[in-house]
């Protein structure tokens, strides 16, 4: 099941979201999203606590986080009963602070969840709460979770989205999170992209997704003028990139990129690292990773660049 607000992430200049939910209905595999999205997270925060938290955030310019996201937990209330009513407290004084916060929901059937905590050996939270010391309290973990559903239920119904991930994948999640809050970049672009260029003969980046070799165009180093500069000068980016095949190359490299990128993103994933390198890493593979730098930062993307071995040759 699945419900939505029209504008969810629209409301707030800095948006902040309440992570809640069943436990082990994907919690933490929400906020670790929400974290890739540079959201500042927390988890199990106390709900007296939030609200001081929040009021950092708000007015602020905090350039480095796009939002600000909160994992409840109910091992950090006093009581069952106390669950719903703490974090809905919480949210009151939140907007009398300025802020709007938005719910996330998460839930799933309660045998996938009970296959869940049987994979993990992990304790409901539900148990601890009410079996602390040696107490036992004659609970079975079906118990507790429909226990905490009920506890839950008031939190459900303020629900800005409320997600099913009984079917879903780790992937599934992340793209549902990235189609509400992920367009909250100023460009509406949620993949980043980060450019290497490299030498082979000081060895590939072991942490490139993609890989292109440069080394059968033509070559500056062997021009004695030339030599000394790099790849952001414009001699060399002349030389390499004014005729074929450099200059072909250059167009199709380009088209192949645009058209890749958001079949990454609607995969879920959340950054990308192209590795461009020739010989040396000081002329050709920067010269083309400058170009294209400027193509995907003119499409929107959150793209940086590091010429990893430029000062080495």
Known sequence: METACENIASSATFPLVIVCGLSGAGKSTALGVFEDLRF???????????????????????????????????????????????????????KGL???PQVLFLEARTPVLMRRYAATRRPHPVLQLLCTGEETCGMGLEQAIETEVEALQPLRTLADLVVDTSDHSVHDLRRVIKDKWGALDQNGKALTI?????????????????????RFLPNPYFVEELRPLTGKDPAIVDYVLATDP???????????????????????????????GCTGGRHRSVAVTEALYATLKAAGYPVSIEHRHIALG
Not at 194 to 209: C, M, N, Q, R, V
Not at 262 to 269: S, T, V
């Open 194 to 214: 980060h450019l290497i260029t490299f030498g082979f003969k000081y060895g590939p980046p072991s942490e490139a997704d993609l890989m292109f070799d440069l």
């Open 98 to 100: 300025g802020a709007s």
């Open 246 to 276: 450099g200059k072909t190359f250059l167009h199709r490299l380009k088209e192949f990129v645009l058209y890749l990128m958001p079949l990454y993103d609607a995969e879920g994933r959340y950054r990308i690292a192209i590795a461009i």
């Open 40 to 94: 500042f997270t927390v988890d199990g925060i106390p709900p007296s606590l939030a609200p001081k938290l929040a009021g950092l955030f708000i007015g602020e310019t905090r350039r480095q986080f796009r939002g600000l996201a909160l994992g409840v937990d109910v091992r950090n209330v006093e009581s069952k009963e106390s669950i719903a009513n703490a974090w809905m407290a919480v949210m009151e004084e939140m």
